[in-house]
């Protein structure tokens, strides 16, 4: 008897063991493949970037480039030289910078207070404030687009970068608003007040207490304001024209307007100058960008 | 003069009342403690007396002065969180000093007050640390600390010690208790711990649903309930509460328990008022550690009780008995042996009874 259950628990280590490993091989398979799909268009883009037009036209897309030319690349940024119809990115990425840091910085600094207010300073009503900015989430972009564009007009800042920092820094600040206020809330009260029992004030307990410990949400707020603003191609597209065009629009436009032969290396480097920013602002601070969506309470 | 006096003090949230006609008095270097359930009002009272909290009706003075609209860091008190609320971007110097910096004192006083508290607290090798890098109780002392550096007239803690293990709860009340005995400071102290207050106190208020029942020594709380709510809330078991009837015979006034047919001569105790007291429907309050299994006073009055059940607990045991269907809860020590769903003989000390009037559930 003893020994009939001993064996039985031998054969059913061993069966779970190849259960185990089954499904160990088979979950590497499956996040591999999912990988592979995922980076198989940037693969494509890189790769195409760096060839020429003949390459482009007698290879496949996964063909490797006989070299490293960066001919295209330079084209992208700085175009061919010759005066009129040339256009190329680099005034449009110094367009988007001008910007985009602006409207990150005042937005997110906007959303810090108001948080701060929402959950420190409590006044009568504040939920409803907090609701109605929390609505502001919720509104599609089309839809503010006339108001937007004649208030733009009104104020004279329309096809300017102002304006677009304007846009921006309004429609940003419901999200940093929300980011802000959720993370203040789980900060005891009672830092607060001890702050004003040792007579801090508003603006002092603001900096010298509540931002230092702030980062975290700080790095998730300027990576999501600087991705988004980064990326919009809606308003930059309907507030500017011309030469004060975001990068984005820019992007559109020497896509889509070059008269001639298709220019696939030069589309395809111009799209990844277009998408880098971004990119180096993930890779410096993905890390706190997790490490900010999951902390909790300020301990101590 | 008070160096604390709360007058006809009213507070509500909305359409909540949660403080009532508080009146309060300390003197110079007393330690009050404000005990309560929770909900009962006692850190919104703390908030107010703060600064922290706005009064809907009522003043609060300090050495005399209406201080009901003063700005809390005008008010010269400190507080003491039960977070401890270190500030977690500084240091522990950042954190003791910060109070006098925004206060303008100058460098050098500044200096001396920080090298002064931080040796008395024996804090003084943590001053570079952050908040994160010290223990619960290192914690605790900087949170004093910085209290301590701004020489407060009143210090207000807001239960500081429900954060820490029960060794070293034990241990920081201690040093609370020398500090005040050192310092010979003010204190208000909110706590829900009853071992706490009397511990600590030189007088308690128990509050519930925000009015105080009692403001008395810890002695008086103890022996001399003026409700049967802080006869109910201090002690662990707390005082048995037995519903009877006096009979008054010429100058005879005796206990009888519903449904019981012997009398408890209570002659000895000292009533408030003797008039009216044929018939009155009371509770005969007796706390477990009052009834005992030998007779050790003359007047002790001998009582048979069925036991029930037992709890040991180490160094005592709590025996639960029926006393004409009330349960009667008694505390022995552990080496008696009693005999479970048998009669058992009790004495109860009569000269430590209590006795409330069933109906307003005050003491007579």
């Known amino acids: ?46 790769v195409t970037s760096l060839k020429t037009m003949e390459e482009i036209r007698q290879g496949t897309l996964l063909t490797w480039p006989s070299g490293l030319n960066f001919d295209s690349w330079a084209v992208a940024w700085g175009g061919r030289g010759y005066g009129a119809g040339d256009t190329f990115l680099k005034p449009y990425f110094w367009n988007s910078i001008k910007m985009v840091v602006p409207a990150v910085f005042f937005s997110t600094f906007i959303g810090a207070m108001t948080g701060y207010v929402l959950t420190k300073w409590r006044f009568k009503g504040d939920q409803w404030v907090f609701l109605f900015l929390l609505f ?104 500017s024209f011309g030469e004060a065009a975001p990068i984005q629009v820019a992007l559109n436009n020497m896509v889509l307007s070059s008269t001639s032969v298709k220019e696939y290396n030069v589309d395809m480097a111009s799209a990844i100058i277009a998408g880098v920013p971004t990119l180096i602002v993930y890779v410096l601070a993905g890390k706190y960008f997790i490490r900010g969506l999951t902390s909790g309470a300020v301990k101590g | 003069m008070k160096t604390l006096k709360i007058d006809e003090l009213s507070k509500n949230f909305g359409t909540t009342e ?23 009002g006692k850190s919104t009272l703390l908030n107010i007396i703060a ?57 050098e006083k500044i200096e001396e007050q920080l090298q002064k508290v931080s040796k008395f607290l024996q804090v003084d090798a943590l001053l570079e640390r952050k908040p994160s890098q010290l223990s619960g109780g290192q914690r605790q002392r900087v949170a004093i600390g910085r209290a301590l550096v701004r020489e407060p007239r009143i210090f207000l803690f807001d239960e500081p010690l429900s954060n820490l293990d029960a060794k070293l709860r034990v241990e920081m ?53 003026s409700n049967t709510f802080v006869a109910d809330f201090i002690g662990s078991p707390s005082m048995n509460l037995i519903k009877g009837n006096l009979k008054q015979n010429s100058n005879q006034i005796s206990f009888v328990a519903n449904g019981s047919n012997f009398e408890i001569p209570i002659n000895g105790y000292d009533f408030k008022e003797k008039s009216n007291l044929e018939n009155k429907e009371v509770f005969f309050g007796i706390r477990p550690e009052h009834i005992f299994s030998k007779k050790s006073n003359d007047g002790d009055f001998e009582i048979n009780l069925r036991a029930d059940l037992s709890e040991y607990i180490g160094h005592e045991q709590i025996m639960t008995f029926d006393y004409e269907n009330q349960e009667v809860l008694a505390k022995f020590p552990s080496t008696i042996k009693i005999e479970l769903s048998k009669n058992t003989k009790l004495y109860f000390d009569l000269t430590q009874i209590s006795l409330f009037d069933a109906k307003t559930e005050e003491r007579i």
């Not at chain 1, 061993?14 to 490993?21: A, E, I, L, V």
């Not at chain 2, 949660?18 to 009962?40: A, Q």
């Not at chain 2, 400190?78 to 004192?105: D, T």
């Not at chain 2, 208000?188 to 128990?206: F, K, P």
């Open chain 1, 1 to 46: 008897m003893q020994d009939k259950i001993h064996t039985s628990y031998k054969q059913l280590e061993q069966r779970s063991k190849y259960t185990n490993m089954f499904l160990r091989w088979f979950l590497y398979f499956v996040l591999i493949l999912f990988a592979l799909y995922f980076i198989f268009p940037l693969y494509v883009m890189i």
């Open chain 1, 136 to 239: 502001g989430c919720f509104i599609p972009f089309q839809a503010i687009l006339l108001p937007m564009a004649r208030t733009l007009g009104v104020l004279g800042i329309s096809n300017s970068v102002i304006g677009l920092v304007l846009v921006h820094t309004v429609y940003g600040i419901p999200f940093t608003t929300l980011f802000f206020r959720n993370y203040y809330i789980s900060v005891p009260t009672e830092l607060v007040k001890a702050a004003r029992i040792d007579g801090a004030g508003f603006f002092k307990i603001f900096f010298k207490i509540l931002l230092p410990i702030s980062a975290p949400i700080i790095v998730v707020t300027v990576i999501w304001q600087f991705t988004q603003i980064w990326n919009d191609f809606l308003f930059g597209s309907t507030f």
């Open chain 2, 18 to 40: 949660v403080l009532r006609k508080i009146n309060l008095e300390i003197d110079e270097g007393n330690f009050l403690v404000l005990l309560g359930p929770s909900g009962c």
């Open chain 2, 51 to 107: 600064g922290l909290e706005t009064i809907n009706e009522g003043n609060v003075y300090i050495d005399d002065y209406n201080v009901s609209k003063v700005e809390p860091k005008d008010r010269n008190i400190a507080m003491v969180f039960q977070s401890y609320a270190l500030y977690p971007s500084m240091n522990v110097r950042e954190n003791m000093i910060f109070g006098l910096k925004q206060a303008k004192v100058s460098k």
């Open chain 2, 173 to 225: 009340r201690r040093e609370i208790k020398k500090l005040h005995q050192q310092l010979k400071t003010t204190v208000v102290y909110v706590t829900h711990d009853q071992t706490e207050a009397m511990s600590l106190g030189t007088n308690i208020a128990i509050m519930n649903h925000g009015v105080i029942q009692q403001n008395d020594t810890p002695e008086n709380i103890y022996n001399k309930p």
